[in-house]
């Protein structure tokens, strides 16, 4: 069976996060994994408090896991700090990991900073560059390249810099569009628009980590770049099509709609 990791904080509520990852992971078939970046107390409504990791007892949980169920892909989500960063970094490099899908998480859902400022550089500098596909939305893309992205040029111009720059695939993500659903994909010079109708229902909470661990274990089956996002794509639209309304606020997205 393949394996696939997933570096991220925890959701109590279970619609984002750990919890929506390794729903994720289970739905499409491959064994999943888990290190905790940081806890959380969170629902549908907002992030009410984050708990963050030690940089040294994030490290045992890597070391854990890379010596014994090495991943055949890693997704890695939100990260608090330049200790944890630094921690991260050394793993991937040192296990030589393979399949790394970086979802930006600096932003919830709710508005609330996931990651402290003064890491942003050494993110950018010394984290980003270690993954294959990097799944950004537009709020993310734009705080990374510090510029505006507004048309769909200026999508195709951002995810071309955003790929030069960390030398990945990228999917620019078109979820804070109001009128589609269209994501871009861009790689090595070639591009293609994902389209989707928008899909009347406000319950998202959770969709940019189940896009990235869908990405992943596309990768870990042993799909192409673009098949996995594609994959990936379909998979995320048939769990917010479901319908799934729980909670008072954005709710969560229904991560096993097909096996009812």
Known sequence: MKTVLTIAGSDCSGGAGIQADLKTMTALGVYGESVITALTAQN????ADI????????????????????PDAVKLGMVTGEGQMCV?????????AKHVVMDPVMVSTSGRTLMVQEALAYYQKFLLPLAEIYTPNLP???????????????????AREFAVQYKGAVCLKGGHDAFSADDLYYEEGHYVWLSAKRIANSNTHGTGCTL?????????????????????????TGAIADGLDLGKGNGPLNHMYHMK
């Open 51 to 70: 708990m963050p990791v030690s940089p040294d007892f994030l490290e045992k949980q890597l070391e854990c896991v890379f010596t014994d169920i090495k």
């Open 44 to 47: 549908t409504m907002g992030v």
């Open 88 to 96: 991260i970094r050394d793993c991937l490099m040192k296990y030589q």
């Open 212 to 236: 990235s661990s869908a990405i992943a274990c596309g990768l870990a089956l042993g799909l192409g770049r673009e098949e996995s996002v594609r994959m990936a794509k379909g998979y995320i």
């Open 140 to 158: 993310e893309a734009e705080w990374l390249l510090k510029r505006t992205i507004k048309t769909r040029q200026e999508r195709v111009a951002a």
